[in-house]
């Protein structure tokens, strides 16, 4: 059961800055009364909007927050369920939703949207049509429930009922049946796939033994083809192999070159240092009169003795370095004459690697035409070709079996929706408890001394009958009986919803019923109906003061002050 307890609000509608506080709790039946725009309906909207993000009035979200403030406005309901407490507030400029739960923060990591399913599926488990069916009857924008689609009155008897949970158990399924469905299409085509390739490769064998013979010639052909071409190529490899061995013969000096070679350029680098020596010798003393030294004069006759000594020398030297680059120019030439054999040879051996390569496939390939020989010699056809279809029809009896489970499953999901469908346990439930709802409806129908047998049926379709069974519709009665009507299934929604606990609260808010429809003597016995009501309270919003005071534990007064609302002290 819900407990509501109190509603607060400020800023909102024609409320000011300060709270405007209305215990929901505290007495049984109270009268609110207050001149016409004192505010009196703003509980109506304060309650809708915090607890499902709209008004029970047709008029925008902006035009909830105070014209004249144009400030944040703040409303807050705070009720019970059974031991737990809760507290749900809402705000406009700036936009504020939260839930807390015995007095913490509920998680707000979902939208808005979802943060408001988690109210209302799991914590009120009620929507603002039944809200507005069982808690509310105003005489504004309220729809009573006999002017409401067929559609739209299930959706209230199953809220009472508790038996929404069957519709989402059906929306559910439908989209799981589609999955299934979608699934079945799938695995016929793939079944239908590898038949085709089950035929397909049957006849490839029948045909492969229709032309056993001449396969089996066209293979042996093939190894022959093959057989020349190994021979070929071992041919060309054995003729690479001999140049190969020609060439490796042929620069068996290779070291000796290499070592002469380095041996020369050694003596070339002597002889340079030593022609350098000399040449500098000759010109120390072609230019110098005096040692530098010692600083004595040179004689002129050593000097020339040595200058042309020096000459000699490096003459010689001059022309033992000619001979040395004849002889390097030899070696140099012999080195790349090696190095092109050298590379004649790599080319030879990366050659021979290919040929071998291509040997041994041709050999592997000579291997598998033999055993593909030997099969078709005993049955017709390769083993490879006898192993694929067997795979195929594997693939087809795994794709027969799934396709036998998902008919299965969809032979279940179908009865199984036929079930949850309005016209199955739904309208069983319904069903047992329609007795009870028509006897409630005709017994506050009596007590308000309307004298019909109104009946519903499963389909929600009325049937009133009255003066020697004559049958009237609902749109064929006055306003007033009208009013007794829509007051009779409110309480017996109440009282349903009390007996299933789903809808059940202790809160029952009319407003300005006793003002336009209802006569005199269906006032009286209203009132009546309401003294008998035990565990509720009741809020009714009148003009009638004078004739309503009395009838009522308390009273609360709207007044207008300044252009905002207030509750008079």
């Not at 009196?40 to 047709?58: E, M, Q, V, W, Y």
């Not at 600083?295 to 020339?304: M, N, R, T």
């Not at 506050?444 to 379709?461: A, C, K, P, Q, R």
């Not at 007033?480 to 009282?495: H, Q, S, V, Y």
Request: charged share 30%.
């Amino acid at each position: 059961m819900i407990n509501f307890k109190c509603v607060r609000w400020k800023n909102f509608l024609s409320t000011g800055n300060q709270f405007t506080e209305i215990k929901l709790d505290k007495e049984p039946t109270t009268l609110i009364i207050g001149e016409n725009g004192a505010g009196k309906s703003t509980i109506l909207d304060a309650l809708c909007f915090s607890l499902f993000g709209k008004p029970f009035r047709n008029i925008s979200k902006m035009q909830m927050v105070n014209s004249i403030n144009n400030s944040s406005a703040v409303v807050e309901v705070e009720f019970q369920i059974g031991t737990v407490d809760y507290k749900v507030v809402r705000s406009i400029k700036p936009n504020k939703f939260e839930i807390y739960q015995n007095s913490i923060l509920m998680n707000q990591e979902a939208n808005a949207r979802d943060y408001q399913k988690i109210l209302e599926q799991q914590i009120l488990k009620l929507n603002y049509r039944s809200f507005t069916q069982v808690v509310i009857l105003g005489s504004s924008t309220f729809v009573p429930f006999m002017q409401l689609k067929a559609r739209h009155r299930r959706e209230v008897v199953e809220e009472i009922l508790d038996i929404q949970i069957f519709s989402t158990m059906n929306l559910i399924l439908k989209q799981r049946l589609k999955i299934i469905l979608d699934d079945i299409r799938e695995t016929d085509y793939q079944y239908q796939l590898a038949s085709e390739k089950i035929s397909f490769q049957e006849n490839h064998i029948a045909d492969m033994k229709d032309n056993k013979e001449k396969i089996i010639q066209q293979k042996q052909s093939l190894i022959e083809k093959n057989e020349k071409e190994i021979s070929k190529r071992t041919g060309e490899r054995n003729k690479l192999e001999l140049d190969t061995a020609d060439a490796l013969s042929s620069i068996d000096d290779k070291v000796a070159v290499d070592t002469k070679n380095t041996k020369l350029k050694d003596i070339q680098s002597t002889l340079v240092e030593k022609h350098k020596t000399h040449t500098s010798m000759i010109g120390f003393f072609e230019n110098n009169e005096d040692c530098p030294t010692c600083q004595q004069h040179i004689d002129e006759v050593f000097k020339s003795d040595m200058t042309s000594q020096k000459k000699t020398e490096a003459n010689k030297i001059q022309d033992g370095m000619k001979e040395l680059k004849l002889e390097l120019d030899k070696v140099s030439l012999r080195k790349e004459e090696i190095k092109e054999i050298t590379d004649t040879i790599r080319n030879n051996q990366v050659s021979m690697a290919k040929i071998d390569s291509s040997i041994l496939e041709l050999k592997k390939f000579n291997v598998q035409l033999e055993t593909e020989i030997s099969q078709f010699n005993i049955d017709g056809s390769t083993s490879s070709d006898v192993s694929r279809l067997k795979d195929l029809k594997e693939e087809a009896e795994l794709c027969n079996k799934q396709k036998s489970k998902l008919r299965e499953d969809k032979l279940y999901a179908e009865a199984a929706r036929n079930m949850l469908q309005d016209t199955g346990i739904k309208t069983k439930i319904i069903k047992q408890y329609l007795p009870i709802m028509n006897k409630l409806i005709n017994k506050y129908l009596t007590s308000m001394e309307f004298y019909v047998n109104f009946t519903l049926d499963e389909n929600f379709e009325e049937t009133i009958k009255s003066r020697y069974r004559d049958e009237f519709s609902y749109a064929s009665f006055s306003e007033g009986e009208k009013m007794r009507i829509d007051l009779a299934l409110l309480f017996t929604w109440r009282a349903v919803a009390k007996m299933k606990n789903s809808t059940n609260t202790n809160l029952l808010i009319l407003d300005e019923i006793f003002d336009s429809s209802l006569d005199g003597t269906g006032t009286d016995e209203f009132l009546k109906i309401l003294n008998t009501l035990s565990g509720e309270n009741v809020f009714v919003i009148s003009h009638k003061q004078d004739a309503l005071a009395d009838k009522f534990r308390s009273t609360i007064r709207f007044e207008k002050i300044k252009n905002f609302s207030h509750v008079a002290l």
